[in-house]
């Protein structure tokens, strides 16, 4: 029982790792295609083309991954035990916070498709970091493990 759990401890860490990954990946590129798409003009071939490639980055990549990313978490969560660490407390705040940023990137993508963002540039790279810091704070947790 106990090589069962072992065993399927560390496929679900791989396939955590990897579902983080794609996931930190649209978090990252989706809000530099939002640069992109505020530059051209909304009737244009070129904010067609961003609207499809936005909507495929959220919906096939980023969705998953994500739903992925949070279940088997949970899964490793659980086998570990961790839920009174401080650290883990800290990462479940940085990912709900990852959550929210999800949330309101489908929101002004949504927004950005249907011609009515009224969001710029500039806006779009400056929370272009928050998925960088909020990563940073829960590799950090996890493992140097501060409390």
């Known amino acids: 029982m106990y090589a069962w759990i072992l065993e399927s401890y560390l496929w679900i860490k791989a396939i955590h790792v990897f579902a983080i990954i794609a996931w930190m990946a649209g978090l990252l590129y989706l809000p530099?295609?939002?640069?992109?798409?505020?530059?051209?003009?909304?009737?244009?071939e070129a904010a067609q083309l961003?609207?499809?490639m936005e909507?495929?980055?959220?919906?096939?990549?980023?969705?998953?991954?994500?739903?992925l990313s949070l279940a088997s978490g949970i899964f490793l969560a659980m086998i570990q035990e961790v839920w009174s660490s401080g650290w883990f407390h800290l990462k479940?705040?940085?990912?709900v916070s990852l959550l929210i940023f999800h949330h309101l990137l489908s929101h002004w993508r949504k927004q950005l498709a249907l011609g009515t963002c009224i969001r710029n540039a500039p806006f779009f790279r400056m929370i272009?970091?928050?998925?960088?810091?909020l990563?940073?704070?829960?590799?950090?947790?996890?493992?140097?493990?501060?409390?």
């Open 32 to 44: 530099r295609l939002f640069v992109y798409h505020v530059g051209v003009d909304p009737k244009s």
């Open 50 to 52: 961003f609207k499809v």
């Open 55 to 67: 909507y495929r980055l959220s919906k096939i990549i980023m969705m998953p991954s994500m739903f």
């Open 92 to 95: 479940l705040t940085c990912v």
């Open 128 to 133: 272009n970091e928050v998925p960088s810091l």
């Open 135 to 147: 990563l940073i704070v829960i590799i950090i947790s996890v493992i140097v493990k501060p409390f």
